[in-house]
């Protein structure tokens, strides 16, 4: 079983908005940091954000600080990615993660993750 389901995913044009969700599903991930990851066709998952275990903390990649927020309540096993001002190269699925035991922005450095939504801007 998936530990993580990603929604809302769909078809944006750029300059658009879209929440992406994060649920965790059959476990609890109650008070560990969670974060969002994306990947590009042809191209290699690449961090996005992530938020401390107790919330209060978030990281951003820098290109994407001032666009993309993550907020959520780890006591009730959700995480949300708002992301604003899209643009085409924002097209990519989107990977939520978990539990990280070491550099938030090393993919490999996370123990859980979801299947991806997909998110499609289009110019």
């Known amino acids: 079983q998936v530990p993580l389901v990603e929604s809302g995913g769909r078809l944006v044009q750029a300059g658009g908005s879209l929440r992406l969700s994060c649920a965790a599903s059959?476990?609890?991930?109650?008070?560990?940091?969670m974060g969002w990851f994306r990947q590009a066709p042809g191209k290699e998952r690449e961090f996005v954000a992530a938020?401390?275990?107790?919330?209060?903390?978030?990281y951003y990649a820098d290109s994407l600080k001032g666009r993309f927020t993550i907020f959520g309540d780890n006591t009730e096993n959700t995480v949300y990615l708002q992301m604003n001002g899209l643009k085409s190269e924002d097209t990519a699925v989107y990977y939520c993660?978990?539990?990280?035991?070491?550099?938030?922005?090393?993919?490999?450095?996370?123990?859980?993750w979801g299947k991806g939504t997909l998110v499609t801007v289009s110019q």
């Open positions: 938020m401390s275990s107790n919330g209060q903390s978030t």
């Open positions: 993660a978990a539990d990280p035991d070491g550099d938030y922005q090393d993919s490999h450095s996370w123990d859980y």
């Open positions: 059959g476990r609890t991930f109650a008070n560990v940091p």
